[in-house]
């Protein structure tokens, strides 16, 4: 009989609908949850003892999974622990401490196929990590700058070779007044330059510009790479194409074996099997690494291309040889 895979994803995360599908028109056991569901919708009991590891189940109202049995696991941004009404805040923050080292450890601790195992997740959303390692496999990386100080920009700016833009270290994603916002990639003009004030308010990160011809999202899964060409038609995304993504054209291509073999360097020193990079190629040619998004969005790009990715994750949790 296979092992079951577990799913551990937002309720409404449709990509994640992609991969349950296609796992289970393969015959696979599948147990989706989500961290939002405990305690009040899902159930855990696991034992351990000197004779045995972790083992006992995971239920639902409707469903349950022999955790000894687990073959593979899906860890893709589930939501957060949401507990009865009537408690006080403290009590909440409490309740999640203890849910996060129970069931977030009993679920680290399963030893089976992972992506991406959440500990190396965790450490790879880090782009000061990201782009140390970058650089240390051999993949090309534009000079940057996270700082605090304004007379740091702007001694970075006076060096370098042109323009420098400014973008988020961490999500790009915020709320304010009820409404989900974005921070885009911007490049600084002169007026901006000048009046750096708020810039010591939080850590900032700045980087030299790379003239581009055009960007690469390159999804990565397992030993399978899926490299999109992508094409701004507007000027704002040329600078960021998450900006204007009705732009955008995509077209399939390849990718230097030199830079293949980088990437997947990166990707086994910080451990991920699965990775989002974005990549800009100058009019040269030469590919610039920007950053990779260990649960990075793939399901637009494989809708644009036709690339398929949501098989090859499938693949990869059921550990099918490409």
């Keep these: 009989m296979t092992a079951p895979v577990l799913i551990v994803a937002a309720a409404n995360d449709w990509p994640t609908d992609r991969v349950v599908t296609e796992l289970a028109d393969r015959g696979v056991e599948v147990f989706r949850m989500d961290t939002a569901d405990f305690p009040q919708r899902l159930a855990l009991a696991g034992r351990i003892d000197q004779e045995h590891g972790w083992?006992?189940?995971?239920?639902?109202?409707?469903?349950?999974?022999d955790l000894s049995r687990v073959g593979a696991v899906y860890y893709r941004a589930p939501g957060a622990f949401q507990f009865p009404r009537g408690m006080?805040?403290?009590?909440?923050r409490f309740a999640a401490a203890q849910a996060r080292a129970g069931l977030g450890?009993?679920?680290?601790?399963?030893?089976?196929?992972?992506?991406?195992?959440?500990?190396?997740?965790?450490r790879a959303e880090y782009k000061p990590v990201q782009l140390a390692a970058a650089r240390d496999c051999g993949l090309r990386i534009p000079a940057t700058l996270i700082t605090n100080r304004p007379e740091a920009v702007a001694d970075f700016a006076r060096q370098a070779a042109g323009p420098i833009v400014f973008k988020p270290v961490s999500s790009p994603v915020l709320i304010e007044d009820g409404?989900?916002?974005?921070?885009?990639?911007?490049?600084l003009t002169a007026e901006d330059l000048a009046d750096l004030r708020g810039v010591e308010l939080t850590a900032h990160l700045f980087q030299a510009w790379v003239d581009k011809g055009h960007e690469v999202r390159l999804t990565i899964v397992g030993e399978r790479m899926f490299a999109a060409r992508i094409d701004a038609g507007s000027d704002a995304a040329h600078i960021?194409?998450?900006?204007?993504?009705?732009?955008?054209?995509?077209?399939?291509?390849?990718?230097?074996?030199?830079?293949?073999?980088?990437?997947?360097r990166l990707m086994d020193r910080l451990r991920l099997r699965y990775g989002a990079a974005d990549f800009?190629?100058?009019?040269?040619?030469?590919?610039?690494f920007l950053e990779v998004n260990p649960c990075g969005q793939w399901d637009w790009i494989q809708g644009a291309t036709g690339q398929p990715v949501a098989q090859a994750i499938a693949d990869e949790l059921e550990g099918v040889t490409a």
Excluded: Q
Excluded at 179 to 187: A, D, E, N, Q
Excluded at 280 to 288: I, L, N, Y
């Design 105 to 122: 450890g009993i679920l680290s601790s399963l030893e089976c196929r992972w992506v991406n195992h959440p500990t190396a997740l965790a």
């Design 179 to 187: 409404r989900l916002k974005s921070v885009y990639t911007r490049l």
């Design 280 to 288: 800009v190629v100058d009019p040269s040619g030469d590919w610039w």
């Design 240 to 264: 960021d194409w998450r900006s204007d993504y009705g732009s955008l054209s995509y077209t399939p291509t390849s990718v230097p074996d030199s830079v293949a073999a980088a990437v997947r």
């Design 88 to 92: 006080s805040a403290s009590e909440e």
């Design 55 to 65: 083992a006992g189940e995971l239920a639902t109202r409707h469903r349950t999974v």
